[in-house]
Nanobody, 131 residues
Framework: QVQLVESGGGLVQPGGSLRLSCAAS????????IGWFRQAPGKEREGVLC????????????NFADSVKGRFTISRDSAKNTVSLEMNRLKPEDTAVYYC????????????????????WGQGTQVTVSS
């Protein structure tokens, strides 16, 4: 059974850091473009950042929402079949449920910052930034 599971959320003070992890079962994440999304109460789900698939891509591509540029990064651990979201200098407005998603049909060296086209989603993990 295909499954994505996020972990690492929690409560952090403004200016702090968190590392979210997305672990996959029954699929090899290297074949998938990966997106991290978030949804705050009363708001639509929005793209945070995404990265193109490893398999098939030549140079790779990572896209960032303007609000997280310079603060958030994404990385893959192929041995563990996980993708991590490193979040630094967190702000109260980063508070949301964070989701990882996998897209098998994304073109090489491309990833989408919209929810459209992602085949699999995790259940989400809560991130709260508050003093």
């Amino acid at each position: 059974q295909v499954q994505l599971v996020e972990s690492g959320g929690g409560l952090v003070q403004p200016g702090g850091s968190l590392r979210l992890s997305c672990a996959a079962s029954a699929l090899n994440l290297e074949y998938y473009a990966i997106g991290w999304f978030r949804q705050a109460p009363g708001k639509e789900r929005e793209g945070v950042l995404c990265t193109s698939s490893v398999i098939g891509s030549v140079n790779g591509k990572t896209n960032f929402a303007d609000s997280v540029k310079g603060r958030f990064t994404i990385s893959r651990d192929s041995a563990k079949n996980t993708v991590s979201l490193e979040m630094n200098r967190l702000k109260p407005e980063d508070t949301a449920v964070y989701y990882c998603a996998a897209d098998l049909t994304s073109a090489p060296d491309f990833c989408s910052m919209t929810t459209f086209g992602y085949n699999y989603w995790g259940q989400g993990t809560q991130v709260t930034v508050s003093s």
